[in-house]
């Protein structure tokens, strides 16, 4: 089991910053896949960013150069730092982690923070 809560969420304007950070507790979470999904009123879950155990990234096209996500092991923390950023990303946010065992994916998720892009 593990457990996720993430901060860091709020209200800032076009263009501007915000760091969201997702402490992971439980049994070897550091070699879980962690990452953050967003969604928006009306719309599905998406896929932000993740990164692996070893630092591998991935991210969605409409954050790339805008968002970095990173991960510290020792803390068992991954962040995700939001920059230039725009309306269209208001969106609840949530941590993400996952592991394969065998054929089978486990996933847990915490219990979202809000992001709101306004002026």
């Known amino acids: 089991q593990v457990q996720l809560v993430e901060s860091g969420g709020g209200l800032v304007q076009p263009g501007g910053s915000l760091r969201l950070s997702c402490a992971a507790s439980g049994s070897n979470s550091n070699i879980y896949t962690m990452g953050w999904y967003r969604q928006a009123p009306g719309k599905q879950r998406e896929l932000v960013a993740d990164?692996?155990?070893?630092?591998?990234?991935n991210y969605v096209d409409s954050v790339k150069g805008r968002f970095t996500i990173s991960r510290d092991n020792a803390k068992n923390t991954v962040y995700l730092q939001m920059n230039s950023l725009k309306p269209e990303d208001t969106a609840v946010y949530y941590c993400?982690?996952?592991?394969?065992?065998?054929?089978?994916?486990?996933?847990?998720w915490g219990p979202g923070t809000q992001v709101t892009v306004s002026s």
């Open positions: 993400n982690a996952f592991k394969y065992i065998l054929l089978t994916r486990y996933d847990y």
């Open positions: 990164i692996t155990s070893t630092g591998r990234t």
